[in-house]
């Protein structure tokens, strides 16, 4: 080893502990001293929307049987619709939402942010003239406008979004038996149906810190027993939203909005 | 000086033998997509995107029997290109002749899928491709064994570095690069795309227009009748540019059922006899016709659906004329309703260089 770097070496080792010593020290000063970091709390809360679908006071589930007041059976195996500017007090929870019971179960929405919790629900049922007849592929990809998101609630252009999607199977013949082999289609589409300005006050329930709950309740006894309008399973039991189909189309809308409170 | 000049050698030399003979570079190039214009985005999983090495070697594996336990078959055997990517056998053949009983599914626009196979019991491409290797019925080739073979091959072990970075082949990268492949079959240029684009105002190319001109009375009153509630009421299934919902659905073939299909994967009763609604394009080519390929021709496809409907528990409610057999069409409503169908080939597609072998 050459002379000049061993005195190098040496001359390192001397002073590497007493150097490696202060450097530890300063680094621990440095610390001690920094001013404590005050985090700021957060104000973002997390709303999250339910929609229970119900007969009566009794929750339901897809695909089983239930019975009317007059005995006749039902079981819903689809329930899909779109609900348009869902508002909670001034805050929008969603721009369109599309409940799809059979894929997302109850789920609705769910709205992170900082804002105040409201009561007063705003919303409106279907999709708006304007995007009703617009492109899908247009619609942003995270939007449930979107064609592909969209899927089977969207027909044509021309026709547009499908707004409320309600089939099943009936057992209209009131007996000891359960035979659901009768078919109903409910399909409410067309700038005609859409249903703006609905509203109700809800009261969110907290369900952790900073974290609530919104629950509407969908009542199939007061959509298809409504009182006004009750629906003869028999007999209006298929509706595509054509021209001739208007006055049970009609009936569908009014007592599909009117089939919705808090839970 | 010259014992660690010889040391270095030595150990340059070890390194590299250890290299397993990789000479490539990991530099793939991003491949982008022509997504058609009447189309939606194809959503492209993150951990797979695609590139032109990935899909090279995807479609060189699709299209290689070394998969296979006996390497008679690949995947292209079961999904030919001249029979719109399935097969013209009602249940195909995989190896020493076994039959399945389901019906090859046509591979056309799988991108846009949600699910695969006709019980859906794939949510992903990637997982898709990675059942017809082991399956008995198929190809009946071990995962181990299919990846020893393939790690066997320098040219392979290439190619999967090229694709993806990677000296040691595993299973889920021949999955990721065979999906990359077919990520890019997309068929959009049959006369029904044109039938469309001009529904909806979409501009057409010089090209289009001269197939706008070609448009038959009698293909235009089967798009009718196919969309029709009081017609053939098709399109509550088949509709948009893909020619299709993403749903599983009981279309009235039997009354009883011998396979449960989605009801077999999820259990619930109400599932039972549904099976995935598949895109109608290219159906012409795509013959036999159903889950268990029971039906030789559209025309049988129209007379089921005219006449021959089947009631049971779980049909799809969409089905309306079902009380009365179907959507009792006459013959020259089914002429046209064919004539209309007809309309969905799309012969670039099928005849595609970069599709084929």
Request: hydrophobic share 40%.
């Amino acid at each position: 080893m050459p002379l000049a770097f061993r005195k190098f070496t040496g001359m390192k080792m001397k002073y590497l502990f007493p150097t490696f010593l202060l450097a530890v020290s300063g680094l621990l000063i440095t610390i001690s001293c920094k001013p404590e970091e005050v985090v700021p709390e957060s104000n973002e809360v997390t709303v999250e929307g339910k929609i229970i679908p119900s007969y009566g006071g009794t929750d339901l589930s897809i695909g089983e049987v239930y019975s009317l007041s007059n005995g006749v059976k039902f079981k819903i195996t689809a329930l899909e619709f779109y609900f348009e500017d869902v508002k909670l007090g001034e805050t929008q929870m969603i721009g369109h939402s599309l409940f799809d019971w059979e894929e997302r179960g109850t789920s609705w929405f769910t709205k992170k942010g900082e804002f105040s919790v409201g009561s007063a629900l705003t919303y409106g049922i279907g999709v708006n003239s304007t995007a009703n007849h617009a492109d899908p592929t247009l619609a942003p990809t995270t939007s449930w406008l979107y064609a592909t998101n969209a899927n089977d609630m969207h027909w044509t252009w021309s026709s547009g979004y499908i707004f409320i999607k309600i089939e099943g199977k009936a057992d209209t013949l009131v007996d000891a038996n359960t035979n659901c082999n009768w078919s109903f289609s409910y399909h409410i589409a067309g700038d005609d149906f859409f249903t703006p300005n609905q509203s109700m006050t809800v009261s969110p329930s907290q369900v952790a810190d900073k974290k609530y709950e919104v629950k509407l309740r969908f009542d199939f006894q007061e959509f298809f027993e409504n009182q006004l309008r009750p629906i003869n399973l028999a007999t209006e039991y298929l509706t595509h939203s054509a021209a001739v189909e208007d006055e049970l189309t009609e009936k569908i809308r009014s007592n599909f909005a009117n089939a919705f409170s808090p839970y | 000086m010259n014992r660690y000049l010889l040391f270095s050698l030595i150990g340059i030399g070890i390194f590299l033998g250890c290299k397993k003979n990789i000479v490539s570079t990991y530099d793939p190039t991003p491949y982008e997509l022509e997504i058609p214009s009447h189309f939606p985005q194809m959503e492209i999983p993150e951990d797979n995107p695609m590139t032109v090495e990935g899909l090279t070697l995807g479609k060189k594996l699709f299209y290689d029997k070394i998969l296979s336990l006996d390497k008679t078959i690949s995947c292209g055997s079961c999904h030919a290109p001249n029979a719109g990517f399935a097969d013209h056998n009602q249940f195909s053949s995989g190896v020493n002749g076994t039959l399945g009983n389901r019906q090859s599914m046509a591979l056309v626009n799988l991108g846009w899928q949600t699910s695969f196979f006709w019980d859906g019991r794939a949510k992903t491409l990637e997982d898709q491709i990675l059942q017809p290797v082991p399956n008995p019925v198929e190809m009946h080739l071990e995962w181990t064994e299919a990846v020893a073979r393939l790690s066997a091959s320098m040219e392979y072990r290439n190619m999967f570095y090229q694709a993806f970075g990677v000296s040691k082949i595993e299973k889920e990268y021949v999955a990721k690069a065979i999906a990359q492949f077919l990520r890019t079959m997309i068929s959009a240029e049959s006369k029904y795309d044109v039938m469309y684009k001009v529904e909806n105002g979409i501009p057409l190319s010089p090209a289009e227009q001269v197939i706008e001109n070609q448009i038959t009375f009698e293909e235009l009153a089967g798009y009718d009748l196919f969309k029709s509630l009081v017609g053939a009421d098709c399109f509550h299934c088949h509709n948009g540019a893909l020619m299709q919902v993403q749903k599983f659905s009981n279309n009235g073939l039997d009354a009883t059922f011998t396979d449960l299909g989605r009801g077999a994967v999820t259990g619930n009763p109400n599932d039972n006899g549904k099976f995935k609604v598949p895109s109608l394009r290219n159906i012409a080519l795509s013959a036999p016709y159903m889950h268990d390929g029971r039906f030789q021709t559209l025309d049988e496809v129209i007379d089921h659906y005219s006449t021959g409907i089947h009631e049971s528990e779980t049909i799809d409610p969409l089905i309306e004329y079902s009380f009365q057999g179907g959507v009792q069409l006459d013959a020259t409503q089914k002429a046209q309703l064919k004539a209309f169908l007809l309309t969905l080939t799309d012969n670039n597609f099928v005849t595609n260089p970069a599709f084929l072998p």
